[in-house]
């Protein structure tokens, strides 16, 4: 059982880190892309970078869970209500992806 919570928070770790990433490198790129201010996007990433290498040491997990839950949850809000996204999408941009992170991210939390 705790080996599979492990792998789970090896992976979201991990794939908050990669998100994480461009969002400090390029966060004026991003800012556009994402029609947010620069101070947003280097806000998220660097959430993001903390909170996935706080998953992959195992620290604070019911709390970085819950916040990256957060952020989940407004990524699918803004793809939803601003962007008007699909669920799927065949050009990668659907919220499809977004809910399994969420959904993993509540599962970590539960489970902490």
């Known amino acids: 059982?705790?080996?599979?919570?492990?792998?789970?928070?090896?992976?979201?770790?991990?794939?908050f880190i990669v998100h994480a990433i461009p969002k400090l490198k390029e966060p004026k790129t991003m800012a556009t892309g994402m029609g947010w201010t620069?101070?947003?996007?280097?806000?998220?990433?660097?959430?993001?970078?903390?909170?996935?290498?706080?998953?992959?040491?195992?620290?604070?997990?019911?709390?970085?869970?819950?916040v990256l839950a957060i952020v989940m949850?407004?990524?699918?809000?803004?793809?939803i209500k601003k962007w008007h996204v699909p669920f799927m999408s065949h050009?990668?941009?659907?919220?499809?992806f977004?809910?399994?992170?969420?959904?993993a991210n509540l599962t970590l939390y539960f489970k902490f």
Do not use: C, P
């Not at 949850?73 to 793809?79: E, L, T």
């Not at 050009?91 to 499809?96: I, L």
């Open 38 to 66: 620069l101070n947003q996007v280097l806000g998220l990433g660097i959430i993001e970078f903390i909170s996935g290498l706080a998953l992959i040491g195992g620290v604070g997990i019911k709390t970085v869970s819950f």
């Open 73 to 79: 949850f407004g990524a699918i809000y803004h793809k």
């Open 91 to 96: 050009n990668g941009t659907g919220w499809e």
């Open 1 to 15: 059982m705790y080996g599979g919570l492990f792998l789970l928070r090896l992976a979201v770790g991990s794939i």
């Open 98 to 103: 977004d809910m399994l992170l969420l959904a």
